[in-house]
């Protein structure tokens, strides 16, 4: 069964840093990984997809990293900003079958201080 | 931008009472999808629909759990006698499933909190 971990569990950074987030899987036999935001009470925002042949993502000031033989993915952000401040949610897709469901993390909660 | 959208933001019932959750997901998509998330835990898979039938459903969707498309857009979750464990975040997401960009890409809906009294 898939298990998707994320870390930390939480993370505070000042304005302007530059900070990377963690995931991890124990199936390393995935479709796609699919990072998220969430924002408190609120649905989940996509960020970046990445599939299984691909190595990277970049959106802005956002790139996300799938190394898939060893079931880790990062997500980079850059010269981070107050608005930054969110739960960030990394989700996979395993291989086989056509229902596309996914898997999430618990998450990150991040915190960019002004 | 196209959205999915879900309706009532928030719901509270009384335990044992039916409740019916909305969602219109993005035009166009073919694969329809409902998520729960009990709060500060991770957000689970719950049932995933194409073809107007239910193509995967996990352990907690149950026979009190039901999902139907009455019509072209909207795509409804139906709880037929709630508990108290009932209550968390449902999501509802959409999937173009065409070939082309973005076709293995879901896409949330707002939410809707059900709190089970």
């Known amino acids: 069964k898939q298990e998707v971990t994320q870390i930390p569990a939480a993370l505070s950074v000042p304005e302007g840093e530059n900070l990377v987030l963690n995931c991890s899987f124990t199936d390393s036999a995935i479709y796609n990984l699919q990072w998220f935001r969430q924002d408190p009470g609120k649905g989940l925002t996509s960020l970046l997809l990445?599939?299984?042949?691909?190595r990277e993502q970049t959106s802005g000031r956002l790139n996300a990293s799938l190394d898939k033989s060893s079931g880790r993915s990062t997500l980079y952000i850059a010269a981070s900003q107050p608005g930054d401040s969110a739960t960030y949610l990394c989700?996979?897709?395993?291989?086989?079958?056509?229902?596309?469901?996914?898997?999430f993390g618990k998450g990150t909660l991040l915190t960019v201080n002004p | 931008e196209p959205e999915v959208t879900q309706t009532p933001s928030h719901q509270v019932t009384q335990m044992g009472q039916e409740v019916i959750l909305r969602c219109v997901p993005i035009s166009n998509h073919l694969y329809f999808y409902w998520y729960r998330q009990i709060l500060g835990q991770k957000v689970e898979f719950l049932v995933s629909?194409?073809?107007?039938?239910?193509?995967?459903k996990s352990e907690i969707f149950d026979d009190q759990f039901s999902v139907e498309r009455p019509d072209g857009s909207n795509f409804t979750l139906k709880i037929r006698s709630t508990k108290l464990e009932d209550s968390a975040m449902y999501f509802c997401a959409s999937r173009p499933g065409l070939p082309g960009s973005g076709l293995n890409e879901q896409f949330f809906g707002p939410g809707t909190r059900l709190t089970v009294l």
């Open positions: 629909f194409y073809n107007n039938e239910i193509s995967e």
């Open positions: 990445i599939q299984s042949s691909q």
């Open positions: 989700a996979v897709k395993n291989s086989g079958g056509s229902n596309y469901k996914l898997t």
